[in-house]
Structure formats: C-alpha cells, structure tokens
C-alpha cells in the first residue's frame, strides 16, 4: 500500500520532469486550456485516460462515471458534455468502455449492491433490448465483454441523441463521436467502428428541430 506522503513526493518528481523536459510547460498551459477530445470513461482504476492515449496535461477533457454512461438526467455528464462542446469546441467525443467492467457485470447480475444498482439500471435495459443476443452465449466472460461493447454503443447513441451535440452540427461545428473499447489485460484499444458526426446518421426520431440555439445560423 502506497502511503499518502509517496503521492505528494511522486507529484514533485513528476513535475520536475516535465519542467526539466519544457520549461515553459506549466506556465503556457495555466493560460488556457484548448483540448480536442473529449473522453467519457470508467472510473475504473486500470483505465487512466490520458496514459493509454499518450496525453498530456491539457490535451484530454475528462469525465468518468461507473460503467462509462451517458444519462441524460445526469446533471453532471450533461454539464461536462456541454462545456466541452459549446465553449472548448472540442472536435471528438470519446466513449471507451473496457473489458471485464464491474460496473457492467453487476448490471448483469441479480445482487444487490445498494445505489449503484440504481446507476447500473440503465445497462439492464440495454441487456433485456438485446436479451437474444445473449442467449446464445453460456460463457460468462464473453457475455460480459459483449455487454461492454453493447454498452459503449448505447452511450454514443444517447450523446447524439443530446440537443448539446446536434445544435453543434447545426452550426456546421465539426465533431464527431467515437466508440472505443479497452482491454485490461493488453493495455489495447479498440475502434468499435461506430462513429457518428452529422444528424443524419441519428434514427429519425431522436433529431430534435431548429431551436433558438441555432437559428441565428440559418
Ligand atoms: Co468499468
């Protein structure tokens, strides 16, 4: 176990070398920050978002949750996801989920975990819409890494489904949203080759009208 005073020397040392490495490094990045990407991911502790893309300080807007979700009720998320899109102008939406999620496993199951099951209700949706899908697989593994990717899938759906994202496109704003999944035990990412980055890719009826937001465009 880590003592808590290691944490504040690792800060030390890893701030020097950064210095060391570009001296002008922290001064230039306390003036702005203008991150491209915006990633959505588990709070899970083997899936540091800025390590396994090779990010620095300054290059990633962050948000985690459990299971990586997109709930259109979370204030939260739906702040985090404003702010990127309307004032960074950030040009990519990331949803990367990972494999062997916790979070997604006990959405599977039928414990009780106390308000986390609340959060988690939205994967059990996700998993009685596809319920066929997954009675052809006993193995419990696969049917959990499946569940992940149905899950990265479903988030990148209700990010589009968002007014935030399709007033964006509206404007003629370029982004796009992308669905990655990880996997623990490689350290690899995978595309999950559903990309989203006009209206028109949105079913029907999830696109939202001209509002007040985006008439000024027109
Ligand atoms: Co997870």
Not at 206 to 215: E, F, I, L, Q
């Amino acid at each position: 176990m880590t003592e808590i005073t290691q944490l504040l020397k690792n800060n030390r040392e890893w701030a020097e070398s950064i210095t060391k490495e570009n001296p002008d490094f922290f001064h230039k990045l306390s003036q702005q920050q203008t991150p491209e990407y915006l990633w959505i991911g588990c709070s899970d502790s083997r899936v540091p978002a800025n390590d396994i893309v090779g990010l620095l300080p300054g290059e990633l807007f962050v948000h985690r949750n459990v299971a990586n979700v997109v709930i259109h009720t979370d204030l939260n998320c739906q702040a985090v996801l404003q702010y990127a899109v309307d004032v960074l102008k950030v040009k990519h939406i990331i949803v990367t989920g990972h494999y062997g999620c916790g979070g997604v496993k006990a959405a599977l199951g039928d414990e009780q975990l106390g308000l986390i099951d609340n959060w988690l209700r939205a994967i059990r949706d996700i998993y009685y819409r596809n319920e066929s899908r997954f009675r052809v697989i006993s193995d419990e593994e696969k049917r959990t890494d499946l569940m992940c990717e149905l899950n990265v899938i479903e988030q990148v759906a209700n990010i589009c489904h968002t007014n935030i994202v399709q007033n964006a496109w509206r404007r003629g704003q370029e982004l796009s949203v992308h669905g990655w999944i990880y996997a623990v035990k490689d350290g690899i990412i995978k595309d999950l080759g559903v990309k989203v980055n006009k209206l028109e890719q949105v079913a029907e009826a999830y696109r939202m009208g001209v509002s007040d937001a985006t008439k000024s465009d027109y």
